[in-house]
C-alpha cells in the first residue's frame, strides 16, 4: 500500500500563504510525476500544479504567478506554495503521485480561504 502522506492545511485570511508538504516513498519518488490538485463539493477534481523529475512544472492558469511547486529529492517531498490566497482557492488539496497509468493520491488536506 503506497501512502503520501499530506500535511500543511488549514484557515487562512484572503491574501495569505500556506505551505503543503506531502512525503512519498523513494521509490515513488524517484520516477513519477509529483502533483497537487484540489476539489470542492459538487465538482470534479482539478489540476493545479505538477511537477515531473526533471523540475519541469505546470500550472493551472488559475494559480499562475500566485503558486509555486516543489520537489526536495533528499526528503522525498513535494512542496506546494501558495501565496495570495482567495476565497476561491478553498477546497480540499490532494497530493498525487502519477506514472504511466498508474496514479496514487493523498488522503487530502483542507484549505479554508475566509475573512
Known amino acids: 500500500q503506497v501512502q503520501l502522506v499530506e500535511s500543511g492545511g488549514g484557515l487562512v485570511q484572503p491574501g495569505g500563504s500556506l505551505r503543503l508538504s506531502c512525503e512519498v516513498p523513494e521509490v515513488i519518488f524517484s520516477i513519477y510525476t509529483m502533483g497537487w490538485y484540489r476539489q470542492t463539493p459538487g465538482k470534479q477534481r482539478e489540476l493545479v500544479a505538477t511537477?515531473?523529475?526533471?523540475?519541469?512544472?505546470n500550472f493551472a492558469d488559475s494559480v499562475k504567478g500566485r503558486f509555486t511547486i516543489s520537489r526536495d529529492n533528499s526528503k522525498n517531498t513535494v512542496y506546494l506554495q501558495m501565496s495570495d490566497l482567495k476565497p476561491e482557492d478553498t477546497a480540499v488539496y490532494y497530493c498525487?503521485?502519477?506514472?504511466?497509468?498508474?496514479?496514487?493520491w493523498g488522503q487530502g488536506t483542507q484549505v479554508t480561504v475566509s475573512s
Open positions: 498525487s503521485a502519477k506514472w504511466s497509468m498508474t496514479n496514487y
Open positions: 511537477i515531473n523529475t526533471s523540475g519541469g512544472t
